[in-house]
């Protein structure tokens, strides 16, 4: 069983900064892929970031240079940095991991609450 916790978020102003974490723990061999998404009130599950071992961090269209994931396969930990916030960022963010255990799984974080808002 694997377990992931989330960590971060929180409420600021538009323009803002916020940085969000997620651990990994449980029966590991190793983790293959790290990668953030989020949901908007009332609408479907999008992608904020996705990262490989092999690779720099792709993001979906309206990150726009804006977050930076990063990700510590080494301590099973991936980080979203989040700047320049707007309104509409304001969602429920969620990591999701795709796990090599005993086998292989996908996992997801419990949630939580990023609000921008003046």
């Known amino acids: 069983q694997v377990q992931l916790v989330e960590s971060g978020g929180g409420f600021v102003q538009p323009g803002g900064s916020l940085g969000l974490s997620c651990v990994a723990s449980g029966s590991i061999i190793r983790i293959h892929r790290m990668s953030w998404y989020r949901r908007v009130l009332g609408k479907k599950h999008e992608l904020v970031s996705v990262?490989?071992?092999?690779?720099?961090?792709d993001y979906g269209d309206f990150v726009q240079g804006r977050f930076t994931a990063t990700s510590d396969f080494a301590k099973n930990t991936a980080y979203l940095q989040m700047n320049s916030l707007k309104s509409e960022d304001t969602a429920v963010y969620y990591c999701n991991m795709y796990v090599e255990g005993s086998s292989f799984g996908e996992y997801w974080g419990q949630g939580t609450q990023v609000t921008v808002s003046s």
């Open positions: 990262m490989t071992r092999s690779g720099p961090a």
